[in-house]
Every structure is written in C-alpha cells, then in structure tokens.
Nanobody, 114 residues
Framework: QVQLMESGGGSVQAGGSLRLSCAAS????????MAWYRQAPGKQRELVAI??????INYVESVKGRFTISRDNATKVYLQMNNLKPEDTAVYYC?????????WGQGTQVTVSS
C-alpha cells in the first residue's frame, strides 16, 4: 500500500513563499509522474504542476514563473511557491501515478492573505 504524506502548508501574506513537500512510503516501484493539484472552496481540483520520470515539467498558466516543482528521488516531490497571491489559497494535494495506479495525499492547506 502506497501512502503520500504532504507537509509545508500554512498561512502567509501575499508576496510570501512556502515550500510543500511530499514523501511516498510503502511498496513503491516507480512513479511515472508526480504532481501537485489544488482545490479551492467551490472549485474543481486543478493540476498545478507535474514532473515525469523523463524530466518533463508542466505548470498551470497561473503559476508559471512563481512555482517550481522538483523531485530529489523516486519518492519525493516538492513545490516551491514564491510571490504567493490570495488566489493561490487552496488545499494542495500530492499525486503520484504508476502505469496501473493513481495515488493521492490527504492535502495540506495553503492560505494567502492580502
């Protein structure tokens, strides 16, 4: 059973920074992709950033130039968030996918005040 555990959320003022971390535990072979999603109140969950094993990276347009996704090994992924804006307020979820499975963390709250 694979588990994903996020950390690093919190409350900051606009213009501040946070770094989210996600670590996978359990029986892990290889994740094809690791990603961060977010869900704001009343909105659908959206993909924020994704990085494949091959190194391909994609960001949602609204965070380009401010957020950076990185992986330091096969089981950890990070999201560096700079110049945060109130519209970045959401629950952020770590996601990892293999060929056959899709795993989610429980989420970590990020609140940005103006």
């Amino acid at each position: 059973q694979v588990q994903l555990m996020e950390s690093g959320g919190g409350s900051v003022q606009a213009g501040g920074s946070l770094r989210l971390s996600c670590a996978a535990s359990g029986i892990i072979f290889s994740f094809n992709t690791m990603a961060w999603y977010r869900q704001a109140p009343g909105k659908q969950r959206e993909l924020v950033a994704i990085k494949s094993n091959g190194g391909n990276i994609n960001y949602v347009e609204s965070v380009k130039g401010r957020f950076t996704i990185s992986r330091d090994n096969a089981t950890k992924v990070y999201l560096q968030m700079n110049n945060l804006k109130p519209e970045d307020t959401a629950v952020y979820y770590c996601n990892a996918k293999t060929v056959t499975n899709n795993y989610w963390g429980q989420g970590t709250q990020v609140t940005v005040s103006s």
